[in-house]
């Protein structure tokens, strides 16, 4: 295609394009983030009504009124405040931020979270060093879709301890066509990573649970290494379960340390096991070159 050899021949332009726009989706991501659990909720509720209207004894009826509609297109994103609708203008990432809105409502004045521009930022800033990783190829292109992806699932899994479906299983199932070809693993490797993903987690799981009595992780947690193993194939679990657990204590101990934080309150493992992965993917072989030729 002509803009794959124009990228080609001016790696500079790629690398802008891909940060404008990855800072567009991050503005997007934003929006995932919020509002797909939200639908999740939405729908369990709807099944739990109709589960229970089909029991002979339950009283229980659907409510008179249907609810909106509430999905990743409607309703427009509003001000929790005062309900002021966010404007085209108001939406571009970044700037409408810091120079138009200032950090403000533009309506009602109240502070805007600053965590929207930070994943706005971040977004692009991992995209970028994705593309200019892996250069104009197939490999940066399906990087950057799950760089996306592991935004939205850290973000997600950090604010209400899920990890839905709705990105893990896709993601799961493009990794493995991704096998077919070639892209980061073969076929083989990719289908034997996608179980041993999800096994070694779940053997964790069911042993601390049968010690413990307690559930240390939830099933997203196995899902999620299951679509690291079927991108990067079973070679890559053992390296990724270790970066999390480095990576889950050193947050884990700062936050006890610096924010006092009760050790006995659950923490996510899906950012850690988020951000284990994405180092897998940039620096996997070269990790592994090191240890083997340091340790052996």
Not at 101 to 126: D, H
Not at 144 to 169: C, Q
């Amino acid at each position: 295609m002509v803009i794959i050899e124009y990228f080609q021949q001016f790696p500079t332009s790629y690398l802008v394009f891909v940060t404008l726009f990855s800072l567009l989706v991050g503005s997007f991501l934003n929006v995932v983030i919020y509002r797909l659990p939200v639908m999740m909720e939405r729908d369990w509720k709807k099944q739990c009504i109709e589960l229970l209207s089909e029991d002979k004894g339950c009283q229980c009826t659907p409510p008179d009124k249907p609810e909106k509609p509430f999905n990743l297109n409607v309703p427009r994103s509003t001000c929790p405040s005062c309900g002021h609708k966010i404007t085209a203008l108001e939406n571009i990432p970044l700037v409408s931020y810091f120079f138009l809105l200032k950090g403000k409502c533009s309506g009602c004045k109240t502070p805007i979270s600053l965590r929207y521009p930070i994943i706005e930022f971040t977004t692009a800033l991992l995209s970028l060093l994705v593309a200019w990783k892996f250069g104009v190829s197939w490999v940066a292109l399906f990087g950057i879709l799950l760089t996306w992806a592991l935004i939205s699932l850290t973000m997600i899994d950090f604010d209400t301890m899920l990890l839905p479906d709705d990105i893990t299983l896709p993601f799961l199932w493009i990794g493995l066509l991704l096998g077919v070809f070639g892209i980061f693993t073969d076929l083989q490797s990719s289908v034997i990573g996608a179980m041993v993903g999800y096994m070694s987690l779940w053997s964790v799981y069911q042993v601390f649970k049968l010690v413990t009595g307690k559930e240390g992780m939830g099933y997203g947690d196995f899902k999620l290494l299951a679509v690291f193993g079927a991108w990067f194939g079973y070679q890559y679990i053992l390296l990724i379960i270790v970066l999390s657990s480095f990576v889950g204590a050193a947050v884990g101990i700062t936050l006890i340390l610096t924010l006092g934080r009760d050790k006995n309150i659950p923490i996510p493992f899906g950012p850690y096991l988020a951000a284990a992965g994405w180092i897998s993917m940039m620096f996997g072989n070269e990790l592994m070159d090191f240890y083997f030729k340091t340790m052996l």
